[in-house]
T-cell receptor, first 113, second 113 residues
Framework: QQQVKQSPQSLIVQKGGISIINCAYE??????FPWYQQFPGKGPALLIA?????SEKKEGRFTISFNKSAKQFSLHIMDSQPGDSATYFC????????????FGPGTRLSVLP | KAGVTQTPRYLIKTRGQQVTLSCSPI?????VSWYQQTPGQGLQFLFE???????NKGNFPGRFSGRQFSNSRSEMNVSTLELGDSALYLC????????????FGAGTRLSVL
Protein backbone atom coordinates (compact mmCIF):
# COMPACT_ATOMS: atom_id res chain seq x y z
CA GLN A 1 0.00 0.00 0.00
CA GLN A 2 2.97 2.25 0.52
CA GLN A 3 4.16 1.79 -3.08
CA VAL A 4 4.10 4.33 -5.85
CA LYS A 5 4.27 2.82 -9.33
CA GLN A 6 5.83 4.79 -12.17
CA SER A 7 6.02 4.28 -15.92
CA PRO A 8 7.70 4.23 -18.31
CA GLN A 9 11.12 3.25 -16.98
CA SER A 10 12.76 5.19 -19.80
CA LEU A 11 11.53 7.64 -22.39
CA ILE A 12 13.06 9.10 -25.53
CA VAL A 13 11.48 12.22 -26.98
CA GLN A 14 12.44 14.53 -29.80
CA LYS A 15 13.16 18.16 -29.03
CA GLY A 16 9.91 20.10 -28.99
CA GLY A 17 7.84 17.03 -28.22
CA ILE A 18 5.70 16.24 -25.19
CA SER A 19 7.08 13.96 -22.47
CA ILE A 20 4.51 12.13 -20.35
CA ILE A 21 5.31 10.16 -17.20
CA ASN A 22 2.63 8.36 -15.23
CA CYS A 23 2.35 7.34 -11.59
CA ALA A 24 -0.19 5.38 -9.58
CA TYR A 25 -0.68 4.82 -5.87
CA GLU A 26 -2.86 2.76 -3.56
CA UNK A 27 -2.72 4.51 -0.22
CA UNK A 28 -5.65 6.93 -0.03
CA UNK A 29 -3.97 8.65 2.92
CA UNK A 30 -1.45 10.20 0.52
CA UNK A 31 -2.30 13.85 0.08
CA UNK A 32 0.74 15.51 -1.40
CA PHE A 33 2.31 14.50 -4.69
CA PRO A 34 5.61 16.09 -5.76
CA TRP A 35 7.74 15.45 -8.80
CA TYR A 36 11.51 15.56 -8.56
CA GLN A 37 14.15 15.96 -11.26
CA GLN A 38 17.59 14.47 -10.79
CA PHE A 39 20.67 15.07 -12.92
CA PRO A 40 23.68 12.74 -12.73
CA GLY A 41 25.84 13.49 -9.72
CA LYS A 42 23.21 15.68 -8.13
CA GLY A 43 20.48 15.19 -5.57
CA PRO A 44 16.82 15.33 -6.62
CA ALA A 45 15.27 18.77 -6.93
CA LEU A 46 11.59 19.58 -6.53
CA LEU A 47 10.02 20.38 -9.88
CA ILE A 48 6.34 20.78 -9.18
CA ALA A 49 3.83 19.41 -6.67
CA UNK A 50 0.08 19.02 -6.31
CA UNK A 51 -2.50 18.42 -3.60
CA UNK A 52 -5.48 16.16 -4.44
CA UNK A 53 -8.01 18.97 -4.18
CA UNK A 54 -7.03 20.18 -7.66
CA SER A 55 -6.97 18.21 -10.90
CA GLU A 56 -4.21 20.09 -12.66
CA LYS A 57 -1.30 22.37 -11.87
CA LYS A 58 0.87 24.10 -14.41
CA GLU A 59 4.23 25.78 -13.95
CA GLY A 60 5.86 26.91 -17.15
CA ARG A 61 6.34 23.90 -19.42
CA PHE A 62 5.56 21.43 -16.62
CA THR A 63 2.02 20.27 -15.81
CA ILE A 64 0.75 17.76 -13.27
CA SER A 65 -2.57 16.09 -14.01
CA PHE A 66 -4.22 14.40 -11.04
CA ASN A 67 -7.06 11.86 -11.08
CA LYS A 68 -8.12 11.20 -7.50
CA SER A 69 -10.72 8.54 -8.29
CA ALA A 70 -8.23 6.53 -10.36
CA LYS A 71 -5.40 7.23 -7.88
CA GLN A 72 -3.16 8.30 -10.71
CA PHE A 73 -1.14 11.37 -11.53
CA SER A 74 1.11 12.31 -14.38
CA LEU A 75 3.77 14.80 -15.39
CA HIS A 76 3.63 16.44 -18.78
CA ILE A 77 6.65 18.30 -20.11
CA MET A 78 5.68 20.46 -23.05
CA ASP A 79 8.19 21.57 -25.70
CA SER A 80 10.77 19.16 -24.26
CA GLN A 81 14.37 20.37 -24.47
CA PRO A 82 17.70 18.50 -24.38
CA GLY A 83 18.33 20.21 -21.01
CA ASP A 84 15.32 18.33 -19.63
CA SER A 85 17.22 15.06 -20.02
CA ALA A 86 17.30 13.69 -16.47
CA THR A 87 15.67 11.14 -14.22
CA TYR A 88 12.22 12.06 -12.95
CA PHE A 89 10.69 10.71 -9.76
CA CYS A 90 7.12 10.98 -8.63
CA UNK A 91 6.52 10.79 -4.92
CA UNK A 92 3.72 10.77 -2.38
CA UNK A 93 3.33 11.67 1.24
CA UNK A 94 0.60 11.78 3.84
CA UNK A 95 0.41 14.26 6.68
CA UNK A 96 0.87 11.41 9.12
CA UNK A 97 4.37 10.73 7.92
CA UNK A 98 6.17 14.05 8.21
CA UNK A 99 8.82 14.16 5.56
CA UNK A 100 8.54 10.44 4.87
CA UNK A 101 8.12 10.52 1.11
CA UNK A 102 7.50 7.35 -0.90
CA PHE A 103 9.18 7.60 -4.28
CA GLY A 104 8.42 5.96 -7.58
CA PRO A 105 11.28 4.01 -9.22
CA GLY A 106 12.07 6.83 -11.63
CA THR A 107 11.91 7.52 -15.37
CA ARG A 108 15.04 8.28 -17.35
CA LEU A 109 14.13 10.90 -19.95
CA SER A 110 16.32 11.57 -22.96
CA VAL A 111 15.41 14.47 -25.21
CA LEU A 112 17.09 14.24 -28.60
CA PRO A 113 18.27 17.46 -30.26
CA LYS B 1 22.59 30.91 0.63
CA ALA B 2 24.65 27.74 0.68
CA GLY B 3 22.83 24.53 -0.19
CA VAL B 4 22.77 21.24 1.67
CA THR B 5 26.32 19.99 2.14
CA GLN B 6 27.13 16.34 2.55
CA THR B 7 30.53 14.97 3.47
CA PRO B 8 32.35 13.00 2.40
CA ARG B 9 31.23 12.70 -1.23
CA TYR B 10 32.73 9.25 -1.66
CA LEU B 11 33.56 6.53 0.81
CA ILE B 12 34.91 3.00 0.52
CA LYS B 13 34.54 0.62 3.42
CA THR B 14 34.77 -3.13 3.97
CA ARG B 15 32.14 -5.46 5.34
CA GLY B 16 31.77 -5.34 9.09
CA GLN B 17 33.07 -1.81 9.45
CA GLN B 18 30.98 1.14 10.52
CA VAL B 19 30.60 4.49 8.81
CA THR B 20 29.42 7.98 9.73
CA LEU B 21 28.06 10.40 7.14
CA SER B 22 27.55 14.10 7.75
CA CYS B 23 24.95 16.59 6.54
CA SER B 24 24.87 20.34 6.98
CA PRO B 25 21.41 21.70 6.16
CA ILE B 26 20.57 25.04 4.63
CA UNK B 27 20.88 27.79 7.22
CA UNK B 28 17.63 28.16 9.14
CA UNK B 29 16.32 24.71 8.22
CA UNK B 30 15.41 22.60 11.22
CA UNK B 31 14.26 19.38 9.54
CA VAL B 32 16.78 16.93 8.11
CA SER B 33 15.81 13.72 6.35
CA TRP B 34 17.99 10.90 5.09
CA TYR B 35 17.36 8.67 2.07
CA GLN B 36 19.10 5.68 0.57
CA GLN B 37 19.21 5.50 -3.23
CA THR B 38 20.07 2.28 -5.05
CA PRO B 39 19.41 1.12 -8.62
CA GLY B 40 17.32 -1.79 -7.36
CA GLN B 41 15.23 -0.21 -4.60
CA GLY B 42 15.23 3.41 -5.73
CA LEU B 43 14.89 6.18 -3.17
CA GLN B 44 13.96 4.94 0.28
CA PHE B 45 13.32 7.03 3.36
CA LEU B 46 15.59 6.30 6.30
CA PHE B 47 14.62 8.83 8.98
CA GLU B 48 13.80 12.46 9.69
CA UNK B 49 15.13 14.62 12.48
CA UNK B 50 13.61 17.83 13.76
CA UNK B 51 14.93 19.83 16.68
CA UNK B 52 17.37 17.06 17.63
CA UNK B 53 14.57 14.45 17.81
CA UNK B 54 13.84 11.63 15.42
CA UNK B 55 10.37 12.40 14.12
CA ASN B 56 9.93 9.65 11.53
CA LYS B 57 11.66 6.41 10.73
CA GLY B 58 11.60 4.25 7.63
CA ASN B 59 11.79 0.50 7.39
CA PHE B 60 15.51 -0.07 7.87
CA PRO B 61 17.31 -2.27 10.40
CA GLY B 62 18.68 -0.89 13.63
CA ARG B 63 22.18 -0.81 12.13
CA PHE B 64 21.11 2.47 10.58
CA SER B 65 20.96 5.30 13.08
CA GLY B 66 21.21 9.03 13.09
CA ARG B 67 21.29 12.09 15.22
CA GLN B 68 20.87 15.81 14.93
CA PHE B 69 22.81 18.49 16.75
CA SER B 70 21.59 21.77 18.18
CA ASN B 71 22.81 23.60 15.06
CA SER B 72 20.61 21.25 12.94
CA ARG B 73 23.60 19.46 11.44
CA SER B 74 22.94 15.76 11.21
CA GLU B 75 24.92 12.57 11.06
CA MET B 76 23.89 9.09 10.11
CA ASN B 77 25.74 5.98 11.16
CA VAL B 78 25.70 2.51 9.70
CA SER B 79 27.24 -0.21 11.80
CA THR B 80 28.39 -3.67 10.73
CA LEU B 81 28.34 -2.77 7.05
CA GLU B 82 26.98 -5.27 4.54
CA LEU B 83 27.58 -5.40 0.80
CA GLY B 84 23.96 -4.38 0.26
CA ASP B 85 24.55 -1.10 2.04
CA SER B 86 26.42 0.17 -1.01
CA ALA B 87 24.33 3.11 -2.13
CA LEU B 88 24.05 6.84 -2.56
CA TYR B 89 22.95 8.35 0.74
CA LEU B 90 21.05 11.58 0.34
CA CYS B 91 20.29 14.18 2.93
CA UNK B 92 17.48 16.70 2.52
CA UNK B 93 16.62 19.71 4.63
CA UNK B 94 13.52 21.82 4.97
CA UNK B 95 12.38 24.64 7.17
CA UNK B 96 10.06 22.73 9.45
CA UNK B 97 9.37 19.45 7.68
CA UNK B 98 5.78 18.61 6.81
CA UNK B 99 4.90 20.03 3.42
CA UNK B 100 7.85 22.43 3.34
CA UNK B 101 10.03 22.01 0.27
CA UNK B 102 12.87 19.56 0.73
CA UNK B 103 16.26 20.54 -0.65
CA PHE B 104 18.58 17.64 -1.33
CA GLY B 105 22.33 17.50 -1.09
CA ALA B 106 24.45 15.80 -3.75
CA GLY B 107 24.81 12.72 -1.58
CA THR B 108 27.56 10.48 -0.24
CA ARG B 109 28.41 7.51 -2.43
CA LEU B 110 29.22 4.57 -0.13
CA SER B 111 30.85 1.47 -1.55
CA VAL B 112 31.14 -1.59 0.70
CA LEU B 113 33.72 -4.15 -0.41
Amino acid sequence: QQQVKQSPQSLIVQKGGISIINCAYENTAFDYFPWYQQFPGKGPALLIAIRPDVSEKKEGRFTISFNKSAKQFSLHIMDSQPGDSATYFCAARSDNYGQNFVFGPGTRLSVLP
Amino acid sequence: KAGVTQTPRYLIKTRGQQVTLSCSPISGHRSVSWYQQTPGQGLQFLFEYFSETQRNKGNFPGRFSGRQFSNSRSEMNVSTLELGDSALYLCASSLEGGLNIQYFGAGTRLSVL
